[in-house]
């Protein structure tokens, strides 16, 4: 009995639970009311309102994978982020953003530098939501916020990082080098830890620069999206509680327990906008339309797998495949 396989299974039905525990406590019916109480003219504008946030996604992939000598447009970068929203219907947390490996592959680049490339991708499209998560957190649990409590994070970074450079010089030849040999040989998982820093600096200083700022500003309009909606919804919150809000919760729904962030999206949002007097009834409303109109890249995503089926996007077992890679030169070009 394969268990590993029937944990992954499970996994995909904690967020359904805890879905499924909200819906009991909330009228329905008023529920189903407002979600319909759209006008169509406002619910198209904001389904048109998703393309310049999958073309802002794409673009900075694309300034990545460019860095690392893949490639690939923007508009294939798009086409990929389409094809992991289809398979992020069958697959929990983000996972099916893996599906864009052997869409790449099949493009003639290499999966080493792919995954690389997905990886620095994520991590620069979460620097402002995981920023906005952590200070919205600190202020609910009511940590005090002053110039010197910020000195002292700043220093003890600092430290930290005079202190690995110090091992670094020091003993990391004498303990490490052994151990690092081989973890990078094992395959992409011991390199990609050991060689972050590189890939970074081999990227540049502009092209992160340039994907940061394309990162902010996918992010502001995110958020801009979600506060239309809330508006039409008749949720009455303010724009930057709004953007500290979704930056919690985007961190909560990272985590692989359910599919399209169902229940941890909902706790997330019920939990941030309860505090400032929201009905229950319209953030769940606000929460499950929000999450029906950024699913429709999926339906482009069906359309692009019907022309060209170049993997099964339903299989777990492809995409973990696709993540272990034989030992590959990561600087070869």
């Not at 910020?150 to 220093?155: A, F, H, K, Q, W």
């Not at 706790?267 to 339309?289: C, E, K, N, Q, Y």
């Not at 429709?296 to 890679?325: C, E, K, S, Y």
């Amino acid at each position: 009995m394969n268990y590993s396989r029937m944990m992954k299974i499970a996994a995909r039905f904690i967020g359904i639970v805890i879905f499924i525990c909200i819906l009991t406590g909330i009228d329905l019916r008023r529920m189903m009311t407002t979600v319909f109480s759209i006008p169509p003219f406002y619910a198209l504008l904001l389904v048109l309102s998703v393309l310049p946030i999958m073309l802002l996604r794409g673009a900075r992939w694309k300034v990545v994978a460019e860095g690392l000598d893949l490639n690939l447009d923007t508009k294939e970068a798009t086409e990929a982020l389409c094809l992991a929203q289809l398979a992020n219907l069958v697959i929990p947390g983000s996972f099916g953003d893996l599906i864009r490996i052997p869409y790449m592959k099949t493009r003639g680049n290499p999966a080493d530098r792919t995954i690389i490339s997905i990886l620095l991708d994520a991590i620069i499209g979460s620097v402002f939501p995981f920023t906005l998560g952590v200070l919205a957190l600190a202020v609910i649990l009511e940590i005090t916020l002053t110039v010197e409590a910020l000195l002292i994070c700043g220093l003890w970074v600092a430290g930290g990082y005079a202190f690995y450079r110090i091992i670094k010089a020091t003993l990391w030849s004498r303990f490490m080098q052994a151990r690092l040999k081989r973890l990078m040989e094992e395959g992409i998982r011991g390199r990609s830890f050991f060689t972050l820093s590189s890939m970074m600096r081999s990227i540049g200083g502009k092209r992160i620069a340039l994907s940061l700022f394309l990162a902010l500003l996918w992010f502001i309009v995110y958020v801009t999206q979600a506060y239309v909606l809330a508006q039409i919804l008749g949720v009455e919150v303010h724009w930057v509680y709004l953007a500290f809000t979704m930056g919690v919760t985007m961190i909560l729904i990272a985590i692989p327990v359910t599919i399209q962030g169902l229940g941890l999206r909902e706790g997330a949002l019920l939990f941030m906008l309860t505090r400032i007097a929201i009905d229950p009834v319209l953030v769940v409303s606000f929460s499950l339309t929000l999450m029906v109109f950024n699913m429709t890249p999926a339906i482009a995503g069906l359309i692009l797998w019907f022309r060209n089926p170049f993997v099964d996007i339903t299989d777990q077992d492809v995409l973990d495949n696709d993540a272990v890679l034989p030992s590959e030169n990561l600087f070869e070009t």
